[in-house]
């Protein structure tokens, strides 16, 4: 679209093949890593034998957990606390299994060479003796007390059990008051799928180690080189400092390049141990086995309404799969970052949690797009949608009741967290005009005369977009007309170049084309906890702001001895200091050459080099989304027939990057909602869905036209006026989709995610059978 700024920055270099991607990286000398996984869910490990391996042409080194904690490698666990003060078990996480594994992918040695291929002939030959065990993969199993045990240390395979952030005895007696008193109590149970987050770019790493220096070197995708570094610093045991982290294009995160893997810190010490740098690319099967994955929860959770269809209590139990080893973030994705999503854009007056994290012998889950929020907005709106046909009331006029007043605002929920802006009913409104709700039945009479179901379904959303901790941005001047504009997130996709680099130069008067930017490099020592939580624009904006002002501020005082002119006269206009009321100027970038000098002579404290850091507060983006579904009753397929997103994500800064981000989601969104489906064999705890062979995918023809507009209330927590707007799309589109689907089912029937053609096939059987005499 023409929005009339210019295209994204980006896009030439990596459309036309000039993209620099981990693959690119190039070291002399280098060696190639093999991991040995585990073909078991869960097996003790009575004996590990690298001999054969060893004897392989080419074989650098074959590494077991042996020879790791021999080189000082211990536990790499860095896990982020749930507030509430819950206690929660953290059992070891190491980097090879030693004594027992528990997933089928896990990593019990690593096999060097001076090729890849003899890499992987060395890998086949290092022979493992297991001792197999029962093993649980179903994560409502895994609480039952027969269920085999991931770790001895967690009674019910419980990681965490989390009753809010500041658990009440009278709070959990009002709200059990509030449902003995309700005129109707509506309950469901959903289940929110394992999904394989399947980026493009497989996972890999360059590592290197200078036995000179002391100090590690890790090429590697990630969402920020700064938060990766620290990560791996502490699975190595090292100070920050040691480590340089250095990230380049990165073809797809998610949420999944967060922080470290296992393999990070063992391809490390393999390049100290053997003395050269040592590559290691994923394949798709290894990728599938071994890449954090996400979701796998199961929500019960009850409604309670008055007579006149009024919210007045939400009680909530659900239990989340953490896989068999915890993640940075996953616990804290499954209770925390759900429960500040309650109670949407809906005034409940009271909320009960209990939230169980759960160990099952399945690859660990971590942070994928909207990372509890989701789960969190797909509970509360298939609940909603649940109450109205149970009480007969039509769904949108249900949420009409119960939305937040504009007088409520700023909103305290009944968990504490504050909602400060939103305009929910013109909001939706407008959601249900640009979808043309109004002429809807028109449509499904047309589908039903073709022998097909349509249906409708609304998903309303208000999430969630962290700010904290905070971001910096670094503005340096390295000479001649440039500035040069450094960041310490890592894009993936979002347009951070073509946004960050506008923002300075607007803000400085410059044309854009002066300003460059920087990141990836651990070492530009800008603080950054990464591209995650939909809070970069927040964050990175509100620091680009403040380095621009300071860089402002400290040059007006450099210009007035240049122009010999009182500090109180100068002011700044486009890209020039002046003395006001004159024709005197000097550049901004005469200015920067000039200011060193000053420094020298003592006549100011800094040069114009400048580094600020900003701690925005969290934001609370929201929508409304509309889908239109299709049904053919015969075979089950359901057609995405239409889809329009109306969201208020604050101020929009540049239109096309916002676009981009809500289609991204939505398109995940629908792949979870109909297609993919992360399946384990309960008894082998094998991955069924081990390749795209059997893990489906969405495509761009099972998406329609996505009509989208925004419905913009800025923000009142940063300078910029924005809200985070990057998960919003998968968020919202969970809920409108599967209740569309739901519209379009006989009355009655159940689904539950993903609605493939054999589910809904089978919903519908059923239904003829329920019907016949």
Known sequence: MNDGFEPRFEDFRLVTGAGHFLDDERATGAAYAAFVRSPHAAAGIRAIDTGAARAVPGVVAALTAADLECAGL???????????????????????????????????????????????????????????????TDLAGAVRPEAPRVWPQAPGNVAVDWHGFAPDPDARRTLDDAFAKAAHIVRVRLINQRIVMAPMEPRGALAQYDAESGRYTLYCASQSAIVLRQHVAASLGVSAETVRVVTGDVGGAFGMRTTAYPEYAALLLAARMTGRPVRWLATRSEGFLSDNQ????????????????????????????????????????????????????????????????????????????????PEANYCLERLIDTAARQLGIDPVELRRRNLIQPAQLPFKTALGTVFDSGDFAPLIDAALLRADVAGYPQRRARSAARGKRRGLGVGCFLEIAGGQ?????????????????????????????????????????????????????????????????????????????????????????????????????????????????????????????????????????????????????????????????????????????????????????QPVLVEGQVHGGVAQGVGQALLEHGVYDPASGQLLAGSFMDYAMPRADDLPAIAGSFHPVPSRRNPLGVKGVGEAGTTASLAAVINAVADALPPGAAIDMPATPEAVWRVFKQSEKGAKP
């Open 294 to 373: 996400a979701r796998d929860t199961v929500t019960e959770a009850a409604l309670a309404l008055n007579a006149d269809g009024r919210f007045l209590a939400l009680d909530i139990d659900a239990l989340a799969s953490m896989g068999a080893y915890l993640t940075s973030h996953g616990p804290f994705i499954a209770t925390a970052n759900f429960a500040r999503c309650l109670p949407g854009m809906y005034d409940i007056p009271r909320i009960g949690l209990r939230i169980r994290c759960v160990f099952t012998n399945t690859v660990p889950t971590g942070p994928y797009r909207g990372a509890g929020r």
């Open 74 to 136: 211990g536990d790499i666990n860095l896990i982020t606390p749930v507030p509430g003060g819950a206690d929660m078990v953290i059992p070891p996480h190491r980097a090879l299994a030693g004594d027992a594994v528990r997933h089928v992918g896990d990593p019990v040695a690593l096999v060097v060479a001076d090729s890849e291929a003899a890499a992987r002939d060395g890998a086949e030959r290092v022979a493992v003796e297991y001792e197999a065990r029962q093993a649980v």
């Open 469 to 653: 901790p905070g971001e910096g941005a670094k503005i340096a001047f390295p000479g001649g007309s440039r500035l040069l504009l450094s960041i310490g997130i890592g894009p993936s996709g979002q347009g951070h170049a073509t946004l960050y680099r506008r923002l300075a130069a607007e803000r400085l008067g410059l044309p854009v084309n002066q300003v460059e930017i920087a990141h990836g490099d651990s070492d530009s020592g800008v603080p950054s906890a990464g591209a995650v939580a939909s809070r970069s624009t927040m964050s990175v904006g509100s620091a680009v702001y403040a380095a621009v002002d300071a860089v402002i501020e400290k040059g007006r005082r450099a210009a007035a001895h240049i122009l010999e002119a009182a500090e109180a006269d100068i002011a700044y206009r486009d890209g020039a200091f002046e003395i006001a009321g004159t024709d005197r100027r000097v550049s901004l970038f005469e200015v920067a050459a000039a200011a060193g000098k000053l420094v020298q002579q003592g006549l100011i404290a800094e040069d114009l080099d400048t580094q600020r850091s900003v701690d925005a507060l969290p934001s609370f983006p929201n929508g409304c989304h509309v889908a239109e579904v299709e049904i053919d009753p015969d075979t089950g397929r359901v057609v995405l027939a239409a889809y329009t997103a109306v969201d208020d994500c604050g101020r929009v800064l």
